[in-house]
């Protein structure tokens, strides 16, 4: 049982981060892992919200991926993965929007306009948010974001509203794509000059040994980064998540963090307490 006394520990030892980051932009990337289970998703819209609360402009980017494994499964189509990106044709790509603009969006839109209404959901194609180039034609329609219309989302912000972004973009005609969520939120954070990226990811950070959870690396640079996966010591997933990280702090975000999104309140510890969880990524100059 927590005591008095450490309750208002606690609450001094947040309030010079509170006031560090009253004002700034911080992207939280959430996967599709950590969205499997409903109360974690009601437990993330509460810790979303009181960033909202204490006056800093939270954009929160969501994945999906085992949930679009899941529907096209349903349809019989099987799953297709190049270094971690799905092989998007147009059936696929139609599956991907139903899912993510469609159901986790709305899902996670509701969960925090269940406490107080101030989520707005948007899709990378509305309004041209996110602006793509295929990345390879042997992946179909999968978009590498080339523009960010970072405007949009200051204005929500300014309106006090949370966006909540699915990143299914468009190119110049119009033409949806599927955007690695990871990748478009990192595109995001540069744009809106972030603060801070935050993944919530389904493993406790980046791993030594993926298969030993206690191996995790705490902090490493963009260089050393990009190092890993160069000799190949990430796989899958960890690829996209890895390089989004190096991106972003070459990009000008103050830092990148991969946490695990399965614990509970991860992100208030990450931010608001003296304790650094899972891994962060920072720039050369070792800040
Ligand atoms: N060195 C590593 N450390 C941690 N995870 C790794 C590593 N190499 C590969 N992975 C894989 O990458 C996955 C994380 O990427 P992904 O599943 O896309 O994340 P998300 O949970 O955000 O959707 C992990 O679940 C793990 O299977
Ligand atoms: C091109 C590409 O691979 N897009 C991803 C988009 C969703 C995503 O990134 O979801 P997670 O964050 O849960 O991995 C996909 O289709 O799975």
């Known amino acids: 049982m927590i005591t008095t006394n450490e309750t208002a520990r606690i609450l001094i030892e947040a309030l010079p981060y509170i006031r560090n980051f009253t004002g700034k932009t911080i992207v939280v990337k959430v996967g599709g892992v950590p969205m499997t289970d409903p109360a974690r998703m009601r437990s993330l819209a509460k810790d979303i919200l009181l960033l909202h609360s204490v006056g800093i402009r939270p954009v ?3 994945g999906g991926g085992p949930q679009i494994d899941v529907e096209m499964a349903k349809s019989g189509i099987e799953v297709k993965r190049v270094e971690g990106l799905r092989v998007t044709d147009a059936e696929v ?11 986790t969006n709305r899902d ?9 209404p101030v989520a707005i959901g948007v899709a990378g194609e509305d309004g041209r948010l996110l602006e793509v180039e295929p990345i390879d034609e042997r992946l179909g329609f999968v978009g590498k974001v080339t523009k960010v219309r970072g405007a949009l989302l200051h204005d929500f912000h300014d309106d006090g509203l949370i966006p909540i972004v699915s990143t299914v973009g468009a190119d110049v005609t119009a033409q949806p ?10 595109a995001i954070a540069v744009a809106m000059g972030a ?25 490493l640079t963009a ?3 990009r190092d890993r996966i160069a000799d190949e010591s990430v796989t899958g997933g960890m690829i996209p998540k890895l390089l989004a990280c190096a991106e972003a702090v070459e ?7 991969m946490i695990d999104g399965r614990t509970e309140h991860a992100i208030l510890v990450e931010l608001f307490t ?8 920072i720039g050369e100059s070792g800040q």
């Open 108 to 116: 996670l839109v509701a969960a925090i306009n269940a406490l107080e």
């Open 223 to 225: 260089t050393e980064a």
């Open 60 to 62: 929160l980017v969501h």
């Open 274 to 281: 003296d304790e650094g969880i899972g891994t962060m990524v």
């Open 93 to 103: 790509l139609d599956i991907v929007r139903m899912v993510l603009v469609g159901k």
């Open 177 to 186: 794509y599927n955007i690695n969520a990871d990748d478009a939120a990192r």
């Open 251 to 257: 990009g000008g975000v103050g830092s990148a963090h």
């Open 195 to 219: 603060e801070k990226i935050i993944y919530l990811t389904g493993t406790p950070g980046l791993l030594e040994d993926p298969s030993d959870p206690s191996s995790l690396v705490h902090r």
